[in-house]
């Protein structure tokens, strides 16, 4: 910084301040969530008698309490649900990306505007007709009717990411193989899936953070206790036990404790992964 | 891609594994608001019992929580997958259901001795509709202003008589310092218990009963001055202070909480409640409750207690009627209803169940109260038609905040009622 | 991007092989988003519940219903003040973090320190965030109250959600909370891909980090303020879990927007036909934001 050389005090200034804001902000973004933990230990009248201090006696049933009380069954349901949705997601994309990007075929500008416009149209807008088909077709209360309703939503985005990457893989590979006599579904697994690898998987992530966090599709389209994802699964366990305030963010706690730790262990490829379609 | 497809196979072979374990036996579904712990400990353990004494029937059960179970029970109804048992409120909640042909009709079922006599006649007049029962009363409820003996007796005050007694105790707690009342009203039901209350006492009863189910002409609709004159007291109760502040932003659940860690003077609460005081700082202080005290000289009725019976109606598409019946038979036997008062504090429809045995000296008095009065008012926002209902549901919270005057809600209680009256 | 495979118009064989591998991808965005939302408009012209199997057709009287709802201009309003405060956070705030971190003015790992704490609440569920922000902003026994308190700020303690004023901007408060951090991430990944040089030969005629910060960050990563732009509006418009979470639209319908508006006329008011028209309309405005994101990225 060549200005700050010239004025050394106010540069000091400056940099004291910058550290300043960024300290104030990272403390509000974790503290949240570091007393969400310490309170997970409290009973409810400890957090009305002192919510910022340490808890006095660490009450580790409320743990045990919030996890018996289902949590294990919502995580459990998302992770069938988001593993089921990206797989899908992903298969259908690739192939998508590929067509797109190699083949020759009539109206493809418009067929990729027309996956494309999906990204455009929030999940309210077919809520109510989706929901009628869910209930007709017997799908409404199954895990379909979660799987396939974000399948869909997910689709223009992933193939956005996939399709652009795909670009970027010199064509002559496939040239080459064509002439040793691949055919395209070979060339499809052989070349281009290997090579995708690394935007496979931020895609898989990026839908993946985004299906375990669905909320409306799960709120309207599955009722029982053994296919609730754990969005909702946390909603009504926070309406029966509001009363009990240890016990309410234990069970919170509980629910976020996967994907937290996942994120703390794996940072580098979480922010890579997410961030990535921010430049094409 | 192999692996992708073996993913893949394997979650559409856990998916398909999961529902209908068993197909051979007939299957009974059930959907009650009861997903507490001390709650679902008792239906667990009923339906266990049930299934082993008939290992033909496989009753599948559900359970969502209070509000909540407001959406999905119209989600099940839009869906065409309505639960062969579910429950209901008593009242315009119900009725609509059987108004609508969703409900089986229960009248022949429960005649005779055995079944009917269970129940007195006011807790099943609530889920009769044209002459037909469509409901079973499951428990029965009402409320009561609960209050702190200790901040009582230090502060030298008394159970109020009155209402004009009850106003100036508020004033005198004010005055003293303490928060008279804990109020959650973040989900606005809460209001209108207190709404539906005054109502009753301050509207005659019979233009109350006419306006709720819409059966005066459509101008005359809600025109008693006593609506208006109701929620001004309301409103008066948040303006004074009698209420902590924030109310629209405390759950009822945590408004609960902080009477029982002495926060507050009073709150009011269910009779369904009442168990949850026990072991807490309140119940070593002591406390007492009482009904919302009579209104001198007002035009409706003060011998009602606001209340109402829970229940379990059966839906009109069942496969399997003989099976469900035989499940609400059994629990509401004598012998089962006493197991879900000492189970879950809550009490029972079913006469004889709540005991000394089997529940709290507090839950018995409260019982008694509601047997000793002429009749109940009530849940508002379960007896009043949807659209006005969901009226006052947000006038509750606007009244509060001042963003509401009596007169606008009441005014747009007339257009919503006569835009149902119209479509019906 | 140039396609290298578009030279030719393709024949009717080759083309059927092509739509074989897109069918698949098609199939999914029929049937579940752009089907029903067309069915959607069909709705909207009729009145009916979810109780009762009679449909009553009423044409536009849905729309002129909406139109004279005074809870749909508040739910546009707050829609738009959503939108507009998610833009200068999201769009406007998260860049200047980017740029300060990305300029070295922190050790590497405390940049890095900072970007993960910042980055933090994007990976929660939005409802886990709603719920323990509702108990962080709880009156009296919440943390925030009890920070106003210990401060000497007293006089500023409210029951942020539970007032008309304050609702809804407690709510987008939360939002800016959870996703600004999760912009700045983005736009550090945009402002990488800046060539170097240009910042270097700045510095050397004394450019401040400010005016490399105008000249040299703002128009190098335009695609994807652009981009973010229109993603953060779009998001606005179809905000609905954080809000029903906090306030279900409480009190009064003062934190109401087009989403809990339809979901709470179709699944509580039991009016469908009127929750369709709601959807309608939030699709034709998806759908102007849509033609307008096309129209800026066409001009460029």
New interface residues.
Partial sequence: ????R?FPALALLN?IL??AV?LT??V???Y??I??FLNAFKTTND??AA??GLPKVWHWENFSTAWNYGISRYLLNSLVVTSATVVIELS??T??A???????????AA?YT??L??A???????????FR?MAETGLYNTYFALI??N???G??FT?FLIR?YM?GIP?ELREAALMDGAG?ARIFREVYLPLCRPILASAGLISA?RV??E??FA??FVESESVKT???G??SF?VALRAD?GV??AG?AL??LP??AT?LVM?RQ??GG???G??? | MKHLLAVTALATGILASLPGLAQDKTVVSFLHKFPEPENMAYFDAAVAEFEAANPSIDIVMEAVADEPY??KI??L??SDQVPDIYFSWSGEFGR??AR?G?TLDLTEALKGPEWQSRFAAASLEPFQFEGKQFGIPVNVDSKYMIYNKAIFEKHGLSVPTTFAEFIALNDALLAAGEVPIAYG????WAATHYIGDLFAKMVPDDVRQADYQLLAPADQLYTHPGYVEALALYKSFGDKGYF???????SHQ?ARG?FIVGRSAMVYLELVEFYMLADTPVAEQGWGFFPLPPMEGAAGRNDLLTGAPDGFLISAKTEHPEEALAFLNFITSPDQAAKYVSTTGMTSAVIGSVTEQTTTPETLAGLKALEDAAGMALWLDTDMD??SA?VIL??G??L??G??TPEAVMEKVRAAAKETLAQR | ?P????H???T?R??????L??A???L??V???????L??IR?SMFSFS???LDWDFVGLNNYLRLWNDPKFMTALTNNAIYAAISVTCQVGVALV?AA?LE?R??PNFSAN????????????????VG???Q?????????ID?ILWETGLASWS???????DTAIFAVIFVSQ?QWT??IM??????IR?VPRDLYEAM???????VQQFWHITVPGVR??ILIVTIITI?GS??V??IV??MT?G?????SEV??TM??RA?????M?GY??TI??V??FI??T??LVQIKLQKDR
């Fill in positions: 910084m060549a200005a700050a010239s940099r910058l550290w960024f902000l990272a509000i973004c974790v949240p969530m007393w969400l957090m009305f919510t910022w259908l994309a192939m998508a590929y067509a797109l990007v190699v083949l020759n075929f009539r109206a493809k067929i027309l996956i416009g999906g455009i149209l929030p999940p309210e807008v077919s809520l109510i007709p989706l088909v396939l309703p399948v869909a939503f689709l223009p193939t652009a670009t064509g395209e953070m375990w966090n909320f409306i709120l309207t754990v969005t909702i946390v909603m926070a305030w309410l963010m919170l629910s976020i994907i937290l994120f940072q979480f922010v997410l961030t990535s921010a430049v094409k | 407001k959406d119209r989600v109804m839009a609509k259901f609508e969703r009203n973040q989900s606005p902590n502040n924030g109310a629209n932003a405390i945590q902080a949807t659209a969901n947000a006038a919270q606007g509060l905040s963003d509401e | 991007m396609d290298r495979s578009d030719t118009q393709a009717l080759q083309s059927l092989q092509g739509w591998w897109v698949p991808a098609l999914f965005l049937v579940f988003v752009y089907g029903p939302a069915t959607n709705f979810a109780m009762s973090l300060v300029a003015v922190f320190l900072f970007r993960t704490a910042l980055f933090l609440p994007s990976i929660l569920p939005v409802v886990v719920l323990v922000w108990l962080l902003l709880t009156p009296t026994t919440g943390l009890q409210r029951a942020w959600l539970g007032e008309p909370w951090g999760y991430a983005l736009f550090m990944v945009a891909a510095e050397i005629d004394g450019a401040s980090g695609e994807t779009l418009l179809k609905f879990d029903w979470v279900a409480g009190p009064n319908h003062s087009l989403g339809m979901y179709a699944f509580r008011d039991d469908i929750s369709s959807a309608t939030i699709f998806a759908l934001i849509g």
